[in-house]
Nanobody, 125 residues
Framework: QVQLVESGGGLVGAGGSLKLSCAAS????????MGWFRQAPGKEREFVAA????????YYAEFVKGRFTISRDNAKNTVYLQMNSLKPEDTAAYYC??????????????????WGQGTQVTVSS
């Protein structure tokens, strides 16, 4: 069993930055693919970024490329999402997710077994 706890959300003006953290419990965290998803009111949950266990492979949704960076510290059982140049359309609840069983479909929420409770990010115009 893995428990995920996100932090770092808040209110920021357009063009600002936030860094989200996701602390994970579990001895095998380093082997998991970790992902960030987001969900805005009235919209479906969507993929934002993912990182494989080795940190060599990272993946991003097109709408965050060049602005967001995912990273992980396996010694601290933590994954991060650095968000720069934030836009009002980035406003959403952001969720951390862990994929225990390897899947090529890092962008599919259904392939992640564990989820955090989410942290709210609000970007004002």
């Amino acid at each position: 069993q893995v428990q995920l706890v996100e932090s770092g959300g808040g209110l920021v003006g357009a063009g600002g930055s936030l860094k989200l953290s996701c602390a994970a419990s579990g001895r095998t965290f380093s082997s998991y693919t970790m992902g960030w998803f987001r969900q805005a009111p009235g919209k479906e949950r969507e993929f934002v970024a993912a990182i494989r266990w080795s940190s060599i492979s990272t993946y991003y949704a097109e709408f965050v490329k060049g602005r967001f960076t995912i990273s992980r510290d396996n010694a601290k059982n933590t994954v991060y999402l650095q968000m720069n140049s934030l836009k009002p359309e980035d406003t959403a609840a952001y969720y951390c997710a862990a994929m225990e069983r390897y899947s090529r479909s890092y962008y599919r929420s259904a392939d992640y077994e564990y989820w955090g409770q989410g942290t709210q990010v609000t970007v004002s115009s």
